[in-house]
């Protein structure tokens, strides 16, 4: 069983950046094919990032230049880098892989 477990969301001003964790736990063999999500209140869950079956990053272009992810497989953790973060980044970020998803860390851009 795969079990996800998001940290490190929180208020922050416009401009700001956070780092956000997802951990990883039970039967997996590799990092590759995780995704960040993201869901605001009353929308519907939006793609975010990627790290894809050959360990190369992919971005939605709402994020592509402001966000990156990487991954550690010795810790089996994910990270989200979030930088010049506006706004309309406010939501629910999760992590999922292969359908097992975590409960989400909630990021808010206000001033």
């Known amino acids: 069983q795969v079990q996800l477990v998001e940290s490190g969301g929180g208020l922050v001003q416009p401009g700001g950046s956070l780092r956000l964790s997802c951990e990883v736990s039970?039967?997996?063999?590799?990092?590759?094919?995780i995704e960040w999500y993201r869901q605001a209140p009353g929308k519907q869950r939006e793609f975010v990032a990627r790290?894809?079956?050959?360990?190369?990053?992919y971005y939605s272009n709402s994020v592509k230049g402001r966000f990156t992810i990487s991954s550690d497989n010795a810790k089996k953790q994910v990270y989200l880098q979030m930088d010049s973060l506006k706004p309309e980044d406010t939501a629910v970020y999760l992590c999922n892989k292969d359908d097992h998803w975590g409960q989400g860390t909630q990021v808010t851009v206000s001033s």
């Open positions: 790290i894809n079956s050959i360990g190369y990053p």
């Open positions: 039970g039967m997996i063999t590799s990092m590759n094919g």
